[in-house]
């Protein structure tokens, strides 16, 4: 089955700080790959599709990058309000899995 | 506005089956792929199944095959997942999503329906 592993499993950063979250596909799927964001007691709400494309209305401290199978999610800059749980997915054929999620917390 | 709302969910037994549905509206139903994601309390999200536009191809996780069945009635612009053969570990809270496009992320998804399966 196909496997996407985040890492870490949980973070604490400072407000500011720059931080990144990887995610690795078991095997190439090009950039089909999509990071959601879950913030505590809310719906998913996607941020990045196809590896890079930033959705409408995400804020630009958000970045993604990579393709094949090493993906990453990137914060420049840490706020409060960004405080949630982040997952990867795959959909570039079935299963579309979600990586095991990331939870970023503020020092 | 796109809207999604889900239906169906409850407490059942081990064995036990549900019929899901999400009735949508605010765009074109008939357009888009639609799926179902799962997320038992206090875990990550779980892809379940997805079903084309037109109905006519639909995918499956592993650990839902042969016990869950995706369709859609696009004269209705409605969503469903028939779930037989409930495990205690199909517990979740199942969430409907519209994809972008065929093959897609999903960008915009409901409130969500909970299932129960307990003895």
């Known amino acids: 089955d196909m496997q996407m592993t985040q890492s870490p499993s949980s973070l604490s950063a400072s407000v500011g700080d720059r931080i990144t979250i990887t995610c690795r596909a078991g095997?190439?799927?090009?950039?089909?790959l999509a990071w959601y964001q879950q913030k505590p007691g809310m719906l998913p709400k996607l941020l990045i599709h196809?590896?890079?494309t930033l959705q409408s209305g995400v804020p630009s401290r958000f970045s993604g990058s990579g393709s094949g199978t090493d993906f990453t999610l990137t914060i420049s800059s840490l706020q409060p309000e960004d405080v949630a749980t982040y997952y990867c997915?795959?959909?570039?054929?079935?299963?579309?899995?979600f990586g095991g999620g990331t939870k970023v917390e503020i020092k | 506005e796109v809207q999604l709302l889900e239906s169906g969910g409850g407490l059942v037994q081990p064995g036990g089956s549900l019929r899901l549905s999400c009735a949508a509206s605010?765009?074109?139903?008939?357009?888009?792929?639609m799926g179902w994601v799962r997320q038992a309390p206090g875990k990550g999200l779980e892809w379940v199944s997805d079903?084309?536009?037109?109905?006519?191809?639909?995918y499956y996780a592993d650990s839902v095959k042969g016990r869950f069945t995706i369709s859609r009635d696009n004269s209705k612009n409605t969503l469903y997942l028939q779930v037989n053969s409930l495990r205690v570990e199909d517990t979740a809270m199942y969430h409907c999503?519209?994809?972008?496009?065929?093959?897609?992320?999903?960008?915009?998804w409901g409130q969500g329906t909970l299932v129960t399966v307990s003895s």
């Open positions: 196809l590896a890079s």
């Open positions: 999503a519209k994809a972008m496009s065929s093959g897609s992320s999903y960008d915009y």
């Open positions: 605010g765009f074109i139903f008939s357009s888009y792929t």
């Open positions: 997915q795959n959909y570039d054929n079935a299963p579309l899995t």
């Open positions: 079903i084309s536009s037109s109905g006519t191809r639909t």
């Open positions: 095997r190439g799927i090009g950039n089909y």
